[in-house]
């Protein structure tokens, strides 16, 4: 089982650059979270997919952030423009009943 | 919006005291869940707790749930510099919400 798989690890991109986090989840685990972590607000959730259909996206920050699950086995995390308050660790979550898995977080940093 | 206080924020502490952490919200979850995250990965579970009062254990950390189901607390006994790591506490139903987390450092 290869857990939760997140690309990239690291991202360096400058502000108003397209940037496109992604993320595979665990075979058939039916629920994906998007996290954002920063030292000031912590863990926040941004948005959560059931059976492919987001069904809350209240915690996205902007419009400027999207989110997508095509099908049961990827998901992205756009965001466009970007801006340096968009930097912090990104982390994409699946669950199993009440457990969460979580990726090891795409780093990303906005200059 | 659900919220989930956790205290203290930041703990340091020698190799081998005790120490406990809690978290705190006014509303009532149907279960509560705890996770650990270490430098560079993502939060792991440790255990989750779903009857008010319930206590489990795993080694040496000891988990209650308040018997309104509305906190929770983590004791630590004989704590190791491996248990360094930050701590959250988690609930919701759909919604996962974390707490804010204790930063532990446990000192050799």
Known sequence: ?111 | TQLLEQSPQFLSIQEGENLTVYCNSSSVFSSLQWYRQEPGEGPVLLVTVVTGGEVKKLKRLTFQFGDARKDSSLHITAAQPGDTGLYLCLAGTYKYIFGTGTRLKVLA
């Open chain 1, 1 to 111: 089982d290869a857990g939760v798989i997140q690309s990239p690890r690291h991202e360096v991109t400058e502000m108003g650059q397209e940037v496109t986090l992604r993320c595979k989840p665990i075979s058939g685990h039916n629920s994906l979270f998007w996290y954002r972590q920063t030292m000031m607000r912590g863990l926040e959730l941004l948005i959560y997919f059931n059976n492919n259909v987001p069904i809350d996206d209240s915690g996205m920050p902007e419009d400027r952030f999207s989110a997508k699950m095509p099908n049961a086995s990827f998901s992205t995390l756009k965001i466009q423009p970007s801006e340096p308050r968009d930097s912090a660790v990104y982390f994409c979550a699946s669950r199993d009943r009440e457990k969460l898995f979580f990726g090891s977080g795409t780093q990303l940093s906005v200059l």
